[in-house]
């Protein structure tokens, strides 16, 4: 059976906080609503854009939850075409994980709330697009903790849950995994804390990249 390693994308892969932040502050403004702190921003990274409003924006309802998550892709199609955009890099050590897990024959996938589209010019930019066997976004499946983006991936990889490794740096990826029957690993890179990923799940917790092939060698 094939080993799968499933990476989340933002906090995990690249760093792309300040854009998140940058266009979900406009979509709040295009409403004519105080923008929330960018802490509160950083902590629903990795949820499909509704429900991750709708943790910013309880008191609202859905239509309105609806209306400001189709404001924020407006928000960031317009800094992308005027390339206004942040860099996103790669955090350090990741590509080096990559190139040492493919080399040693795990297939690789992402799993994101990301839209395909998102997705796909971040691993062109970085030159990594040819690494992943398996893409799995927000435009197809329900938002984490849901575990289709993962029993997706596994299909299509030729894995098994017993084979299979989801790493993120949220408390979401983390229940995903559970959820889907998966291993779980946390990074401590990205957005929430090792207290919140051991609580949500984590087998282990990664301190930086370097470490990563190690945790995954001995599944």
């Known amino acids: 059976m094939n080993r799968l390693a499933v990476f989340d994308c933002d906090g995990t892969l690249v760093d792309s906080q300040a854009n998140i932040c940058r266009a979900m502050e406009a979509t709040f403004a295009a409403h004519r609503l105080d923008p929330p702190d960018r802490s509160d921003i950083r902590r629903i990274v990795g949820l499909s854009l509704v429900p991750a409003i709708a943790r910013l924006l309880p008191e609202a309802g859905a239509d309105l939850h609806e209306a400001m998550a189709a404001e924020y892709k407006r928000a960031f199609f317009a800094m992308r075409a ?3 955009l942040d860099p996103e890099p790669l955090y350090d050590g990741i590509l080096e ?3 040492a897990l493919d080399d040693a024959g795990w297939l690789l996938g992402v799993a994101t709330g990301k839209s395909d589209r998102g997705l796909g010019l ?3 930019h970085h030159g990594i697009r040819q690494r992943f066997v398996t893409l799995q976004t927000a435009d197809r499946h329900p938002s984490k903790p849901h575990p289709a983006m993962l029993e997706r991936a596994i299909a ?3 894995a098994a849950p017993e084979t299979t490794a989801m790493i993120g740096d949220t408390s979401f990826d ?3 995994a559970r959820a889907a029957g998966t291993h779980a690993l946390g990074v401590l890179w990205g957005y929430h804390t090792s207290g919140e990923l051991l609580g949500a799940g984590a087998h282990h917790v990664a301190d930086h990249a370097g470490q990563l092939f190690a945790h995954l060698e001995t599944l």
Request: hydrophobic letters at 60%.
């Open 82 to 84: 005027s390339n206004a």
């Open 97 to 99: 994980t990559i190139a």
């Open 122 to 124: 971040i691993l062109e």
């Open 156 to 158: 299509e990889a030729g």
């Open 174 to 176: 983390m229940a995903m």
